[in-house]
């Protein structure tokens, strides 16, 4: 059924089943996938979907419910449910729709020349991607992973204020995974990945040798000895760890209490040298947006601002309940999820000062090139985190001998406090489903480093 | 949800091309949530997920297609998309439909249909009250519920035709400790491939009070200590170690490209010979249990290792294929976007001789991890990493003061080999984890006995 169509009948059917308000949230998604190993297409993807989620307001109480199945008959299934779940809703705080902005950033994000790309093209580039890999070094064993991607989506979002807003976009991307040994070493793994908006811009070679690359320097690591030392995080770990506490600059977090940044606007919470924003789109950037997933326009702003906390990210409830507007970050998880807080592009922003002249600052530690386990070993609401890593010895501001089978463990809001300089190699990470997170590289002064 | 012609033209079609195998995954899975945070229910959402994925194996490859729409038009649509990426080969044929009635091991008493969301509401307040009663420091509670009612008909060219249908019910708990600037966190869960019944027989209070008991003790704890030392990891949860350390490395994914320490290895001692390792998809009612697996091969008790020695990997049906071996029916996949592969069910470590207590009296001084949180691993090198949520310093053979915010890394191999004491209390977990995986999210169980790790790297701040 097309979706205009099952929107008209989806909100006569709300109006008379008595919503006061109510709101269709409609995505769909081309996706498309490959994967080679040993010269053949190990597997090939290919994917259409879609779905509607339906959010109204019944008895002064938002409900929510979503189906995969755009069809008349799910419509009786989307109110009572909708219906259903408002009954039992106990929250004073309303949850407002919205009618809109007057105007939306220009977001360019779709490209038809990447639309129109032929599956074979996509296909020769992935398997060029595993061939320049095992012919970069005799030490690479096998490419465990060798991938390319398409993707293509629209989002309608729709409400009974003349909320009336849709946005294209699509992206490739690509993931590159190797083995690497030396003679009766043990095997180490390298892996890099590169999303773009065109393909011209994505280079097999550079990716394939980058991510073995990766790989060969951590030949040969020994186990770190346990110290509390100067640490450095590259710029690829940097964001990981700002990313892992994204959610402590969240109004919605502040107000129940799961953040300690809590009274804290407009003071000093850390490092001069430290400015992060949170941006909805910037030129040329993919996973710009001109709209969140409550149809607010995207907004670009400082969160922290040499050193100062300038905002928390709102969405429109957080917003009303502390008296502010939005600042564009609502965020609905997938199809089903309600509406809760997310990020845009969230990064630190870089410096003059170059990676090299971070490691002389540095003199003697540790670089962290690699984490693990973000999802575990970060305690979002204390800021205490001890993570699984990999990198190398730094020795007279020089990069040495590499090491794993480490655990750099400290505390966020103590570590934005003391970090001393942030570099110039602004990085953004591939687009996660709760925003894109970059940073360049950070050293963060001391922190406690568990080995041997 | 399909008719026997239409199979039949889809996946004849979707071998049409040099296939030799073709299998359709149709779901239809119902879901509903509730939040409640500070005791005030929050957020309480329903959907559906419905489509359909077709599989086509050519070689030891596979093409996967999937979309929303099941009509005749839609499968078709997807069985020309999945023919067009296949350019040679013999065209597999197919045999008759001989469906298959699923033995349901699983008996749901309180399907979640017929659940009312007030009582929900009941139960997760329970858990805040309970929390908030036990101690003044305790500052916020966050409990959630979950059900899932998934649906799935699985047809495959061979003439399989099998529905099956499973239902899991959740509920997780969570507990915030402050002090000034501090803040402490308690978790704990209980889940089951079971309905409403499952809390039947559970005081969902006492969940609240345990959590909130922790973290109100890690509030006053000191952080944990780095460096090397020997470690005891607790019963239940103390699993995720060999979920972690072992049971991702076993996954034919990983081992039929010889991406896996334990690649080759079949028949050879790889653990300790106090170590007997199962992955058992048929416990009744447990989280990660499954009638049929995702492929419809009936799950099964597989022993993974037995008395240190290495007896069977965990397999899919296109792996198995590469290795020359039958599928150990652990084949799964979140939904019908995922292409399904092997992954774990219920996996845990045997019980061993020792008691409990003769474990701690045996350590002169090393990490007691009672609560375990989350890993990863990467399962070709076997390095893994875990957090711990709730620990102990061991001193003199006793359970000394808490230290808080310790991980735990190693590898896997490794590990296995450094397990010197197994005692007897082996239970399932119950917490209701999700693994993640390539084929996506899926319900896991995990369990063992209270057991020893001679040596390990415990990552702590002081």
Same mark, same amino acid.
């Given at each position: 059924?097309?979706?205009?169509?099952?929107?008209?009948l989806?909100?006569e059917?709300?109006?008379?089943?008595?919503?006061?308000s109510?709101?269709m949230?409609a995505?769909?998604t081309?996706?498309?996938?490959?994967?080679v190993?040993?010269?053949?297409?190990?597997?090939?993807?290919?994917?259409?979907s879609?779905?509607?989620?339906?959010?109204?307001?019944y008895?002064?109480?938002?409900?929510?419910?979503?189906?995969?199945?755009?069809?008349?008959?799910?419509?009786?299934?989307?109110l009572?449910?909708?219906?259903?779940?408002?009954?039992?809703?106990?929250?004073?705080?309303t949850?407002p729709?919205?009618?809109?902005?007057a105007?939306?950033?220009?977001?360019?994000?779709f490209?038809?020349?990447?639309?129109?790309?032929?599956t074979?093209?996509?296909?020769?580039?992935a398997?060029?991607?595993?061939t320049?890999?095992?012919?970069?070094?005799?030490?690479?064993?096998?490419?465990d992973l060798?991938?390319?991607?398409?993707?293509?989506?629209?989002?309608?979002?729709?409400n009974s204020?003349?909320?009336?807003?849709?946005?294209?976009s699509?992206?490739?991307?690509?993931?590159?995974?190797?083995?690497?040994?030396?003679?009766?070493?043990?095997?180490k793994?390298?892996f890099e990945?590169?999303?773009?908006s065109?393909?011209?811009?994505f280079?097999?070679?550079?990716v394939?040798?980058?991510?073995?690359e990766?790989?060969?320097?951590?030949?040969?690591?020994?186990k770190?000895?346990?110290?509390?030392?100067?640490?450095?995080f590259?710029?690829?770990?940097?964001a990981?760890?700002?990313?892992?506490f994204a959610s402590n600059?969240?109004?919605?977090?502040?107000?129940?209490?799961?953040?300690?940044?809590?009274?804290?606007?407009?003071?000093?919470i850390?490092?001069?040298?430290?400015?992060?924003r949170d941006?909805?789109?910037?030129d040329?950037?993919?996973?710009?947006?001109?709209?969140?997933?409550?149809g607010v326009?995207?907004k670009?702003?400082?969160? %922290?601002e040499?050193g100062?906390?300038?905002?928390?990210?709102y969405?429109?409830k957080?917003?009303?309940?502390?008296?502010?507007?939005?600042?564009?970050?609502?965020?609905?998880?997938?199809?089903?999820?309600? %509406?809760?807080?997310?990020?845009?592009?969230?990064?630190?922003?870089p410096?003059?000062?170059?990676?090299d002249?971070?490691l002389?600052?540095?003199?003697?530690?540790?670089?962290?090139?690699?984490?693990?386990?973000?999802?575990?070993?970060?305690?979002?609401?204390?800021?205490?985190?001890?993570?699984?890593?990999?990198g190398?010895? %730094?020795?007279?501001?020089?990069?040495?001998?590499?090491?794993?089978q480490?655990?750099v463990?400290g505390?966020?809001?103590?570590?934005?406090?003391?970090?001393?300089?942030v570099?110039?190699?602004?990085?953004?990470?591939t687009?996660s489903?709760?925003?894109?997170?970059?940073s360049?590289?950070v050293?963060?002064?001391?922190?406690?480093?568990?080995?041997? | 949800?399909?008719?026997?012609?239409?199979?039949?033209?889809?996946?004849?079609k979707a071998m049409?091309?040099?296939g030799?195998?073709?299998?359709?995954?149709?779901e239809?899975?119902?879901g509903?949530?509730l939040v409640?945070?500070n005791?005030?229910?929050?957020?309480?959402?329903?959907?559906?997920?419905?489509?359909?994925g077709?599989r086509?194996?050519?070689?030891?490859n @596979?093409?996967?297609?999937y979309g929303?729409?099941?009509?005749?038009?839609?499968?078709?649509?997807?069985a020309q998309?999945?023919?067009?990426?296949?350019?040679a080969?013999?065209s597999?044929?197919l045999r008759?439909?001989?469906?298959?009635?699923?033995?349901?091991?699983?008996?749901?008493?309180?399907?979640?249909?017929?659940v009312?969301?007030?009582?929900?509401?009941?139960?997760?307040?329970?858990?805040?009250?309970?929390?908030?009663?036990?101690?003044?420091?305790?500052?916020q509670?966050?409990?959630?519920?979950?059900?899932?009612?998934?649906?799935?008909?699985i047809?495959?060219?061979?003439?399989?035709?099998?529905?099956?249908?499973r239902?899991?019910?959740?509920?997780?708990?969570?507990?915030?400790?402050?002090d000034?600037?501090?803040k402490?966190?308690?978790?704990?869960?209980?889940?089951?491939?079971?309905?409403?019944?499952?809390?039947?027989?559970?005081?969902?209070?006492?969940?609240?009070?345990?959590?909130?008991?922790?973290?109100?003790t890690?509030?006053?704890?000191?952080?944990?200590?780095?460096?090397?030392?020997?470690?005891?990891?607790?019963?239940?949860?103390g699993?995720?170690i060999?979920?972690?350390?072992c049971?991702?490395s076993?996954?034919?994914?990983?081992?039929?490209?010889g991406?896996?320490?334990?690649?080759?290895k079949?028949g050879?001692?790889v653990?300790?010979?106090?170590?007997?390792?199962?992955?058992?998809?048929?416990?009744?009612?447990?989280?990660?249990?499954?009638?049929?697996?995702?492929e419809?091969?009936p799950?099964?008790?597989?022993?993974?290792?037995?008395?240190?020695?290495?007896?069977?990997?965990?397999?899919?049906?296109?792996?198995?294929?590469?290795?020359?071996?039958?599928?150990?029916?652990?084949c799964?996949?979140?939904s019908?976007?995922?292409?399904?592969?092997?992954?774990?069910n219920?996996?845990?470590?045997?019980?061993?001789?020792?008691?409990?207590?003769?474990?701690?009296?045996?350590?002169?001084?090393g990490?007691?991890?009672?609560?375990?949180?989350?890993?990863?691993?990467?399962?070709t090198?076997?390095?893994?990493?875990?957090?711990v949520?709730?620990?102990?310093?061991?001193?003199?053979?006793?359970?000394?003061?808490?230290?808080?915010?310790?991980?735990?890394?190693?590898?896997?191999?490794?590990?296995?080999?450094?397990?010197?004491?197994? @005692?007897?209390?082996?239970?399932?977990s119950?917490a209701?984890g999700?693994?993640?995986?390539?084929?996506?999210?899926?319900?896991?169980?995990?369990?063992?006995p209270?057991?020893?790790?001679?040596?390990?790297?415990?990552g702590?701040?002081?």
């Amino acid at each position: 059924m097309n979706i205009q169509d099952f929107k008209s009948l989806l909100f006569e059917k709300a109006r008379g089943a008595g919503f006061d308000s109510f709101e269709m949230y409609a995505p769909s998604t081309d996706s498309f996938q490959v994967k080679v190993f040993g010269g053949e297409i190990e597997e090939f993807k290919s994917a259409h979907s879609s779905g509607v989620s339906f959010r109204g307001t019944y008895g002064g109480k938002m409900g929510y419910a979503s189906t995969e199945k755009v069809a008349e008959d799910s419509i009786e299934y989307l109110l009572d449910a909708a219906r259903a779940n408002a009954a039992v809703i106990e929250d004073k705080d309303t949850e407002p729709l919205y009618a809109g902005d007057a105007e939306y950033p220009v977001v360019n994000s779709f490209n038809e020349k990447l639309s129109a790309a032929e599956t074979s093209e996509k296909c020769a580039l992935a398997k060029h991607l595993e061939t320049a890999a095992l012919e970069y070094d005799k030490r690479v064993v096998s490419v465990d992973l060798a991938v390319m991607g398409t993707f293509e989506g629209e989002i309608v979002i729709a409400n009974s204020l003349g909320l009336d807003v849709s946005h294209r976009s699509n992206g490739a991307f690509a993931v590159a995974m190797v083995r690497v040994q030396s003679e009766g070493g043990e095997p180490k793994v390298g892996f890099e990945s590169w999303a773009g908006s065109d393909l011209e811009s994505f280079s097999p070679d550079n990716v394939a040798r980058t991510a073995v690359e990766k790989g060969l320097a951590q030949l040969g690591a020994s186990k770190a000895a346990t110290a509390n030392t100067e640490v450095v995080f590259n710029n690829e770990t940097a964001a990981d760890i700002f990313a892992s506490f994204a959610s402590n600059f969240f109004a919605e977090d502040v107000q129940k209490g799961f953040s300690l940044l809590g009274g804290k606007l407009g003071q000093k919470i850390a490092s001069d040298v430290l400015t992060l924003r949170d941006d909805g789109y910037i030129d040329g950037c993919v996973g710009s947006k001109p709209f969140d997933s409550e149809g607010v326009a995207a907004k670009n702003k400082a969160v %922290i601002e040499n050193g100062v906390l300038k905002t928390f990210l709102y969405n429109l409830k957080s917003a009303e309940k502390d008296g502010v507007d939005s600042t564009g970050n609502g965020f609905k998880r997938g199809l089903t999820g309600p %509406i809760t807080t997310g990020c845009g592009l969230f990064a630190v922003q870089p410096s003059r000062v170059s990676f090299d002249q971070i490691l002389d600052m540095a003199g003697d530690g540790i670089l962290i090139t690699k984490l693990e386990g973000l999802h575990a070993g970060v305690n979002a609401v204390t800021g205490d985190f001890s993570l699984s890593a990999g990198g190398f010895e %730094i020795i007279g501001g020089k990069i040495g001998s590499p090491v794993d089978q480490m655990v750099v463990s400290g505390n966020f809001y103590e570590m934005i406090r003391d970090i001393v300089q942030v570099g110039s190699d602004l990085r953004f990470d591939t687009p996660s489903g709760d925003g894109t997170f970059g940073s360049p590289s950070v050293y963060a002064g001391k922190l406690n480093i568990s080995g041997v | 949800m399909i008719n026997k012609d239409t199979a039949e033209r889809v996946l004849v079609k979707a071998m049409s091309t040099g296939g030799s195998f073709a299998e359709l995954f149709i779901e239809n899975t119902l879901g509903n949530s509730l939040v409640m945070v500070n005791g005030v229910l929050e957020k309480s959402v329903s959907g559906t997920i419905f489509g359909c994925g077709l599989r086509v194996f050519h070689g030891y490859n @596979a093409v996967y297609a999937y979309g929303n729409d099941v009509t005749e038009k839609g499968l078709m649509k997807l069985a020309q998309a999945a023919a067009g990426a296949i350019a040679a080969g013999e065209s597999g044929s197919l045999r008759p439909f001989a469906p298959v009635a699923v033995a349901n091991n699983h008996k749901i008493l309180k399907l979640p249909s017929d659940v009312s969301k007030t009582d929900v509401a009941l139960l997760l307040r329970q858990a805040h009250d309970a929390a908030t009663a036990y101690d003044k420091l305790v500052t916020q509670t966050s409990n959630s519920y979950r059900d899932v009612t998934q649906d799935v008909l699985i047809i495959n060219s061979d003439g399989l035709w099998v529905e099956d249908q499973r239902i899991y019910t959740h509920i997780g708990v969570q507990s915030v400790a402050s002090d000034g600037g501090e803040k402490q966190t308690g978790r704990d869960g209980l889940s089951a491939m079971k309905g409403f019944e499952l809390f039947d027989d559970r005081d969902i209070a006492e969940f609240g009070r345990k959590t909130a008991e922790s973290a109100v003790t890690m509030l006053r704890a000191d952080f944990a200590p780095g460096g090397e030392m020997p470690v005891v990891l607790e019963n239940a949860f103390g699993g995720v170690i060999f979920h972690e350390a072992c049971g991702h490395s076993l996954e034919g994914t990983f081992v039929s490209k010889g991406a896996s320490n334990f690649a080759g290895k079949l028949g050879q001692r790889v653990a300790s010979e106090i170590v007997t390792a199962i992955d058992d998809g048929t416990i009744p009612g447990a989280w990660g249990s499954l009638n049929i697996d995702d492929e419809g091969t009936p799950t099964r008790r597989n022993v993974l290792i037995e008395d240190g020695v290495l007896k069977s990997y965990l397999l899919d049906r296109l792996a198995g294929l590469k290795m020359g071996l039958p599928s150990t029916g652990s084949c799964r996949r979140e939904s019908y976007k995922f292409a399904p592969t092997s992954r774990m069910n219920n996996t845990y470590i045997a019980a061993g001789k020792h008691t409990p207590e003769q474990v701690i009296a045996a350590t002169e001084y090393g990490f007691y991890a009672k609560k375990m949180g989350g890993g990863s691993v990467m399962p070709t090198t076997g390095e893994f990493n875990f957090a711990v949520q709730e620990g102990y310093m061991i001193r003199n053979g006793k359970i000394a003061e808490p230290a808080r915010g310790a991980t735990l890394i190693g590898k896997g191999h490794e590990v296995l080999m450094d397990i010197d004491m197994v @005692a007897d209390n082996l239970t399932l977990s119950r917490a209701g984890g999700m693994c993640g995986s390539l084929s996506g999210s899926v319900p896991t169980d995990l369990g063992q006995p209270r057991l020893r790790v001679s040596k390990m790297t415990v990552g702590g701040r002081k």
